[in-house]
């Protein structure tokens, strides 16, 4: 019965994947062997979905790219297959970038068997005027197998401290900002 669910599952994720016409290297394979990533863009934490570009960077000897639009639902759904190192990239026009790498190597065989699936929820906060990019294209976050885990895990201590750059940065254009206004 589970393999039947599973097998159930995979024809269903590779008939969706056909619709969004995904290239071949992000297509889930028949061993399992992948991580799915599910997830939505929103303009803040507690706002609604919103639509925005979405972009897969498979690094490695020569980076792939592939980039598709997330509709008004903000929803997604993306297969990352084993050993590979890839960046996902979030970007709304007007907005700051989000990056979160992850890595789908060592992870040991038998761990395959199990189904890994990461939630992604990407808040696009508004770019303030002056804002230095350079701040946003290193990544947000990182997700990588632990392996005393056995599952797929963001580095908690990595987000806060890319928090706070980002933070810190959002600051400095707010602080010129207020300090170049006239005042009544």
């Known amino acids: 019965m589970r ?3 599973l097998l159930l599952i995979s024809v269903c994720t590779l008939h969706s994947n056909a619709q969004l016409d995904f290239p071949k290297w ?9 991580v799915a990533i599910h997830g939505f863009m929103s303009l803040a934490k507690d706002s609604m979905p919103t639509e925005g570009e979405i972009s897969i960077v498979k690094h490695g000897g020569q980076d792939m790219i592939y980039r598709f639009s997330c509709d008004i639902d903000g929803r997604f759904d993306v297969f990352l297959p084993a050993n590979g190192h890839y960046s996902v990239k979030f970007e709304k026009k007007g907005h700051i970038m989000k990056v979160i790498d992850v890595f789908t190597s060592n992870v040991p065989k038998r761990a395959w068997k ?5 939630d992604l929820n990407a808040y696009m906060e508004v770019m303030p005027q002056g804002f230095d990019i350079s701040v946003s294209r290193v990544p947000f ?3 990588k197998y632990d392996q005393e885990m056995k599952f797929f895990v963001f580095d908690e201590e990595f987000e806060k401290l ?14 010129i900002l207020a300090v170049s206004k006239p005042k009544i």
């Open 3 to 5: 393999y039947f669910i």
């Open 26 to 34: 992000l297509m889930p394979d028949t061993l399992g062997q992948y």
């Open 114 to 118: 199990n189904t890994f699936a990461l």
């Open 141 to 143: 976050n990182i997700a």
């Open 162 to 175: 890319r928090r706070i750059s980002l933070d810190n940065e959002i600051k400095r254009c707010l602080d």
